[in-house]
Structures are given as structure tokens and as C-alpha cells.
């Protein structure tokens, strides 16, 4: 079982050395991660097809819809405070995000039906039904994930997603080859629920609790109920695809949309592991308003020297590696990557730092709106484009609304007590974006040559860093 720290009795070297602990473990669940979920959906993509992957996309957008309100939501203000919570703090939140989970369970299974008519696909009801009793599960694991973050177990927490993601792709793919392919779905759907929040009770038990005062939870709902707010917009923004192109374009044109959204997911796992452990971080460095400027300019420009390269190459040379991989059914994924690259070069490096040192920084509320003003604007824009460039509408909308909206998320970050550097930033933005353009329209032995100049200029430009960089692993490891 973890162990609570007192934050004030902490100094900055032990914060390092803790979110070290938590880096490293980290980097470990991000790679389980990032291999059991390309291989099971290389395997189920396989044998659902586009069509049946859009259905599936569509109830799986409930599931990822708990994960950020119970995830990031009402249990987050346990990372959040500066003393140790205590066992009343911790009994309010669990309520709170109990009532959350059972709230959110009665609308998923209002809507279920009527969103089945709405796709025209009567397999949706099930996989619906299931989703949100696996998103009621998932509200009973929050708080105790929530404390084992807030003292950097991400050994523990690492365990218990790696567990999640395997267990679903595992019992989806031996009930599909069966022949039962919905049942298989549903059925792994719910156990991904159950399973990993059995464990996470076993590893941080915590007392369930079911009532509450409302006077007694002003300071929980104040920050939980906005970052459940900031869940739900981003789950919104996350659903677009969902919402817009299933009914302008079709399942199939669906189906490819999301592959390519859920590739690049996968593939960014450095900026999901920075905004996991960024908030934790953050949070206890705070009250050191130098350190804090520090860590949150090192992480940018960690991220841009890491991921921009990696970004050009895994979308620049996509018509090669993707009908290799996912077949022919597939072929036109490659110019879905690369549409989609320049708002994934933004959001990678930018969105996986300012998000958490916002929210550690009391600037909840300003990220609210921004959040609703990049999400009006990617529907918007998705509702434009996808009636006449189908999948490559939406893929267009989301660059667009990226580019559109980060002069906005600089600008509400500025009252913050730390000063942005900028200029190792943008310029492998600036370099990676020239570099995806040349690539684009390259063929045979010019991507080859292309390719070998532009790693041998990162290599180049950022071999200190990149010493430093492998010396920290080392050190982490």
C-alpha cells in the first residue's frame, strides 16, 4: 500500500527524486501500453474491418468519455492540495465521484437506444450498455489512482492500466475469433471496468463512501467540478469525429478517422506520460515558483526535440509502413497522418506542459474556456469540411483548429508565474514542418535521401541534449 507524503516537508530534491521514481515508471506503462494497444488493434482492426471499427468507435467514445470525468475530474483535487488530504477530504470526494459515476450511468443507458436509431446500427445498443457500466466502475478506482499519484506511485498505477488495456484486448479478440464479435466487445468491455478497479482497491484501499453534506464540499466541487467540466468539454472535442463524421461521411469514413487519431495517440505516449506526471510535479513544485519555471520550459523543449522528429517520420513516410501493416483495406490512412501532423506537432509539445501547469497554477477556469472555444471551433469547421472531403475534412479541421487556437493558450497562460522559452521550441517546429512538407511529395530514393538529412541535422543540432537527455534515463532507470 502507498504511503502519503507531506508536501511542505518535502524539498525540491525529493520531489525530483520522487517524480523521477514516477518518470521512469512511466516510460514503462506508456511502452506495455503502447504495445498492447497497437497490437490489439492491429488485431481487431483486422477482423472488424473499417465499417465495424467505426460501430465500435462510437461506444468506445463512452468509455474514454468516464476516463477523463473520472480520471481528471472530481478526484484530481487530491493531487491538487498542497497538505496531505485527509480522511475526510478523501471520503467527500469518493462520494462526489460516486454520484458522478451513478449520474453518468443512468444517462448512458437513457441514450443508448436512441443512439442506435440515430447510427442506424442496432449493435451499438449493447456495446453502449456496456460501456456505461465499465465507465460506473471506473468512478469506484478514482480516488484511489488519485492517491497514489499525488505520492508519484506510478509503479502501482502502471500496473493497473497495463492490466486494463490487456484485459480488453485479450477477451475481445478470443470471443471475436469465436464468431461472436458484438458479444466479445461488450463482454471485454465490461471486465476492463472491473478487473483493474478490484486491483486498484487491493493496492490503495479506500473506504467507500456514498453520502455527503453540501456545505462540507465547497472547496472539493469548486476545482473537481471544473476539472470534470474540462473532462467534458475535452471529451467533447475528442467526439467529434464521432458525432460529425459517422452521420455526414459514414462508418467507414468513421472507422479510418479514428484509426488515425487513436495511431497518434498511441504513438505520443511522451506527452501523455509529461501531462500525467506534469500535474503531480507541478503541484508540489508550486510553492518554488523557480523551480516550476524550470521544469515546465525543460518539458517543452523535451518534448519538441523527441516528438517533432518522430511525428515527421511517422506521418512523412506513412504510404510506406501503413498498407504494410494494416493491409490494403487500409490504403487510404496515409493521407490521413499526414493532414493530421501539424495540430499533433502543436498539441504534443504544447498541450502535454501548459495543460497541467494551468491547472497547478489555479488558471482552471481560463483552460475551461479555451478548451469550449477549441472545440466549438473544431466543429465547426468539422461540420464545413467533412460533407466534401470526408475523412480528410475532419483531419483538416483538427490541424486548423489547433493552429487557430494556441496564440489564445499562450495568452491565458501569461499570468502565471512562469516565463515561456521559445526558442528551441519553435525551431524544431518550424524545421519538422519544413522537412513533413519535402517529404510529402517525395518518392523512391528522395524520401530515402530526405530522410537521412533531416535525422542527420537533429542528430547534429541536438546531440547535447540528447546526452543529457540519455544520462537522466540512465539515472531514472
Known sequence: MSTLVEPDAVVIEDIK?????GASAMVTRQSLGIAINLLGTIALSRLLGPAMWGIFAIAQVVYMTSREIFGRGISSYLIKQVAVPSPEDIRKTFALQHLAGLIFLAIITAMARPAAAWYGHADLFPLILASGFASYLYSWRGVSISLMERTFDYIHVGTIEVLEAATFYLIAAMVALSG???AGLAIATVLRGLIPTILAFLLMPVRPAFFFRLRS????????FFMAASSLVNVALLSVPVIFVGKLAGAEALGLAQMAFALYGNFLFATAAVLRLGFSTYSRLVIFPGQLENSVNQHLEMLAVALVPAIVLFAGLGRIWTPLIFGTKWHCLSPLLLALAPGYLLASVFWGVLNPALLATGRHRPLLLWLAGIT???????????PRYSEMGVAAAFSLSQIILLPPLFWIFRPTCVRL??????RELFVGAAFLGVLTYARGAVTLLVTGIFLGWWYWRNRTSLFEMRAALVDLW
Do not use: E
Not at 217 to 224: L, Q, R
Open 217 to 224: 464540499t465547497s472547496a472539493v466541487a469548486d476545482f473537481g
Open 421 to 426: 522559452r521559445h526558442k528551441i521550441t519553435f
Open 17 to 21: 527524486r520522487l517524480a523521477g521514481r
Open 376 to 386: 466549438v471551433t473544431y466543429s465547426a469547421l468539422t461540420w464545413l469540411l467533412t
Open 180 to 182: 461472436h464479435i458484438i
